[in-house]
């Protein structure tokens, strides 16, 4: 009976648990089991710029972490032995169908563990999409669907409606909106 348990543990996504330096402790199998394991983890964020001043956001699937909630383009947990830009490059081509390089993501800051982010190691991308040339696929596991808004649009939406946002994803935008803006002391 033990080892019938531990196959089926481990067939499931390996993730590290990080300590405060982000370097990996421990292996945990499972996104449910992470969840339940105090510590840290790490996940990437992509904010996807859409030509034309506009922002896609995506609402999260039910059965999801922020089910029912607006969040970042591409969001996900980073995989054991998984570097964050290819977390980013898997989690969109996953979650958006969308199909990027190393060389289209730029790495805009690396947020620190607290319990708005759960925990997390989070980084942060942007990326710029061209809706002539990229069509999004939604997988409907992840995604319930998508919004392409003017960027203050978002910045209006966000500041009414900050509850129908993850946590994560309105700590990072504040940020990205802070560097964008060029305002100093942000992390």
Known sequence: MYRAKQSVVQSEEPFSLVNKYDEHVITIFGKHALHA????????????????????LQKKSEGTENSGKWSSAVSGH??????????????????????????????????????????????????????????ITLDPTEVDEIAINKLMD?????????DEYSPAFVEL??????????????R
């Open 37 to 56: 394991t105090p510590g840290y983890h790490r996940s990437v964020h992509v904010f996807v710029e859409v030509f034309g001043g506009k922002f896609l």
């Open 154 to 162: 978002v910045v209006n939406d966000v500041e009414k409606h900050r």
């Open 78 to 135: 980073v995989r054991y032995k998984e570097d964050y830009v290819d977390a980013a490059i898997r989690e969109a081509d996953e979650e958006l169908g969308l199909v990027m390089s190393a060389a289209e993501l730029h790495k805009v800051t690396k947020v620190s563990p607290s319990a708005i982010n759960g925990y997390e190691f989070s980084t942060l991308f942007t990326y710029l999409m061209d809706p002539e040339t990229e069509k």
């Open 173 to 186: 935008f504040n940020i990205f909106l802070a560097l964008e803006r060029g305002i100093e002391g942000v």
